[in-house]
Structure formats: C-alpha cells, structure tokens
C-alpha cells in the first residue's frame, strides 16, 4: 500500500484501485439487501424463530453494521473525504466484526449442543440473553480500550491488510499486539473454534443420525439449520484473504516479486469478501431454506402451500413444555394447526 497523498496525519492510499473500491461497495449492497431480507423472513415467518434463527438474526444486525461502515468508508474514499469518516468507521466495523466473532462462535456452541445432548438448554431465552450480553459487552470493552489508546483509524503511514477502509493506524506502539486484540486474534480463534465444532458433528451425525433430519433429532431445531454447519467454510472464504494479507506484510514478503502480485490480487478477494458475511448468511438462511424461499420469492409473497410439498417440517416456534401454560396450546394449535405427538406438552 505504498504511495499516499497526506493530509495532516492521514493518507488516502492510492493503491486501492477504483476497481477494487467497487468491488468493495457491490459487496457491501449486497450484505444490506440480504441483511433486510434476513429481517424480513424473521418478521414474516413465525414458524421459523427457533433459537437458531434468533441468533443469526442478532449476527445479522453485526454484519449489518460491518457492511454500512465499510461502505460508507468506500464512498468517501471515492469522493476523497475518507479522512472525515475514518475513524468513527473504524471503531464500528472493528466493533461490529468483533461482535459477529462471538456470535458465530455461539450459533456453532447452540447447534453442537442441541444436536449432542439432545435438550433445549441453549434454546432458552437465558442463553439468549447471556450470549448476546457477552457478545456485544466484550467487544464493546475491547473497543473501549483502543479508542482510549488512539490506535483505531489511519495515520500517514500505510494500513495493513485492509480493503478500502479504515481499521489501525500503522505506526502505533505494538502495532501487532493491537491487530490480533482488536480482530485477527478472535478472528482466528473463531476459524478454530466453529471449523473444530462443526466438523465434530458433521461425523457425529453419520455417525449417529445417518438418516435422521434435524427436527427428528430436537424439536427446538428445524431442519434447514443443518445448513448452519457450512457456516465455518463460508467465514474461511470470506476473510482468509484479509488474514493472510495482514501476515505477509507484517513479514515483509508483500514488498517483493512475487508477494506484492499476490498482496494485491488478494486486496480484490478481500474488498470482496470481508463485507460479504450477510449476504452469505442470506443465502444460507433465505434461499437454500425452501419455505423462507417461497415467502419471499414465490408468487409475491405466497404462504408456503403444506399441501403441495411445501410443509414446514419441524419449522415451528418452539417453546419448551416447562415455560408455556396448558391454555396456550389451543391458541398454538388455532394459528398453526393441530400438532404432532413431537410438539405435545406433557
């Protein structure tokens, strides 16, 4: 990222290409489109707000958040205003991204659980609760402490291993430390964590519910949240990029033939990638998930048809029997129909 045009103490690089800014903005419109539509299926489709869908619906908010400040950092930087929105976009898409860490780890925690011990302890509103105050509070303290430090933003020196935005100044003290406290760091410990969970059950599952969907295996689950166990391969191809360029110029080898050629083919990769975790989630949540799908494509809005193939098998909002009083069954079984032996309260 050599060569810069200075302004006091910060630079607007010259190396992000307008090619690679677009990119950038592309990626980011789509992940606040899919970011609505991921909304608008929670809104539209009660049957569908188990545990799971609560917490990629709070992930969604983070990624939101990740894309609007990414974009909005991109457009500036077209516009030649960056340094006016830089450092407020670097404290909260560092924030938000770190957010979107934890919570990614949890949804793996959630499915793993649920899907290994077979109860609703990770169902619960509790673990809801505790999960989000855990997942937006220790970011926020992290955040806290860069903003105190002054670390967060751009300098005139050059920033490392980012796409058209924001995130560290460069000549701080202890650059590295700085850079794995406030995002590689728990970024790569969230690569391990959800790779290391999601692997384990996926043998789980051929090992122990070869023929079983999810809804069969716990009534909190629907069995469209076994698309979740593609979530650590998609967060692999996302921000690989981003990480493996933060290495190679810490080292030094993105400043020779053939690092800097490669630095720079995976600049594109992570203009692209970095912003693009809600529209994959979109993808995953909204259309490789038929009855969402049907509702948000299908004839305008249409109800998915239980007649024609279309049921929502296991996709109700589950409510554990010991929270819910014998009264509400009949106003469940009157806007969802009668229910199956699985969802009778004992």
Known sequence: MDGSNTTGNYTDSDSFSTVVVIESIVSCSLSILGSFAIFGSYSLLPEIRNATRKLVTCLTIADFLTALGYMSSAIAH???????????????????????????????????????NRNDRTSSWQFLIITNIISWLCPGIIIAFAIDNGVLGRDKTENVGTGPWCWLKRDTKDYMFWMFLTGKGWEIVCYLLTTSLYVLLKFY?????????????????????????????????????????????????????????????????????????AFCNFILVCILDKPVRLVLFGDCGREPNRDNGDSIQGDYNYIPADSVDKGSVNEYSRRYGSMDRRDRIN
């Open 205 to 277: 599952l051929l090992l122990r519910f070869r023929r079983h969907q999810f809804a069969e295996i716990h009534e909190s689950l629907r069995n469209y949240d076994h698309n979740f166990l593609y979530v650590w391969f998609i967060l692999y191809l996302l921000r690989l990029w981003g990480t493996i360029r933060s290495i190679m110029a810490l080292t030094g080898v993105d400043k020779q033939s053939p690092g800097d050629e490669i630095s720079n083919v995976f600049m594109h990769m992570q203009a692209i990638g970095d912003p693009a975790q």
């Open 78 to 116: 077209l516009v030649g205003t960056q340094r006016d929105v830089c450092t407020p976009q670097s404290e909260i898409t560092t924030y938000s991204s770190l957010v979107s860490f934890f919570l990614t780890v949890a949804i793996a925690i959630h499915i793993f659980s649920t899907v290994v």
